[in-house]
């Protein structure tokens, strides 16, 4: 009797309650037909949203582990690449899991091969981008703070992330940079191996000027600046004689590339004044036209005259 029951309890867990609940797993949507057909079940989309909350678990933990003795940096800059190998991974298993689940993945990608294409060349660029940023990371060719130059703009950077890097400009304006720029094009990095620039200002006097005089001039300003460093000593190049002026340059060093064109015109109010007290001429371009009086033509006349004769 007990064996019975047993039995009729099995039947109907494995007909009624096994057989339900299959039958549900089972139901879906079918594409294509005979080998070339692709059938999507609730059993597959359930097994999908398994594998992929256990595979971010996964990477969740992974991810903690070595993260968890990185400074704040350090551990930003991981999780940038992370993301990208994070999105790779969950690829790897999707196709995985359909392929275990009895999808034939080759047909899948094949039919959706012109899409691929068409994906790849429209993100071509992002990929490009994606890559430059994980060099940046990797190699730490740029990093919050630095101080760059891109197509004639000068900004200091404050944001990294994995496909763009975003700059503030010296007149508080951001720009976002896409991160394959600084692989293709030539960036110019004024803080890459220490926050120290040299600066200059180039200027001209009047050829008859005491050049002792206008160097001794350049040091005195220079030194009462107080952004400008007292080592490297800053230092005066007599450059060349130009057209209507000598030519003179004066070379500092500060710690604030950013705000050079301030520093600069602080300094050039400065100089100017100096060179009116000491009476130094700052001279404007100069021109020698040299004008030459020439006889006049008389071909006309001549051609007059010999008419009148004939006439």
Do not use: C
Request: charged residues 25%.
């Amino acid at each position: 009797m007990i064996q019975e029951s047993t039995e009729k309890i099995k039947e109907i867990i494995e007909d009624d309650v096994w057989g339900t609940i299959k039958k549900f797993l089972e139901l879906g949507f079918q594409f294509g037909e005979g080998e070339k057909s692709i059938h999507v079940t609730v059993g597959l989309l359930l097994l999908l949203t398994l594998a992929f909350l256990l595979t971010s678990t996964i990477l969740q933990g992974i991810r903690r582990f070595f993260t968890r003795k990185m400074e704040v940096d350090d551990k930003l800059k991981f999780i940038s690449i992370f993301k990208f190998i994070k999105y790779l991974v969950y690829v790897v298993v999707i196709l995985f899991t359909m392929s275990a689940a009895g999808i034939n993945i080759t047909i899948l990608i094949t039919a959706s091969a012109a899409l691929f294409v068409g994906l790849g060349l429209a993100l071509q660029e992002i990929f490009q981008d994606i890559i430059g940023g994980v060099f940046i990371i990797v190699d730490k060719s740029l990093r919050v703070g630095d101080i760059i130059e891109i197509d004639n703009k000068v900004g200091k950077v404050f944001e990294i992330k994995l496909r763009t890097t975003r700059a503030i400009t010296r007149d508080d304006k951001v720009i976002i940079i896409p991160n394959h720029k600084f692989i293709s094009d030539i960036v110019y990095n004024y803080t890459q191996n220490h926050k120290t620039t040299r600066e200059y200002i180039k200027l001209g006097v009047a050829y008859g000027s005491d050049v002792q005089l206008v160097t001794k001039i350049l040091l005195e300003v220079i030194k009462t600046h107080r952004n400008v460093l007292k080592s490297p000593k800053p230092f005066v190049l007599f450059e060349d004689f130009g057209d209507s002026a000598l030519m003179f340059s004066l070379n500092f060093y500060i710690s604030d590339s950013f705000s050079d064109p301030r520093i600069k015109s602080e300094l050039r109010y400065k100089i100017d004044a100096e060179f009116r007290n000491n009476n130094v001429t700052i001279p404007f371009p100069q021109r020698d036209v040299h004008l030459f009086q020439q006889a006049p033509f008389q071909h006309s006349n001549v051609s007059n005259e010999g008419n009148n004769e004939k006439g």
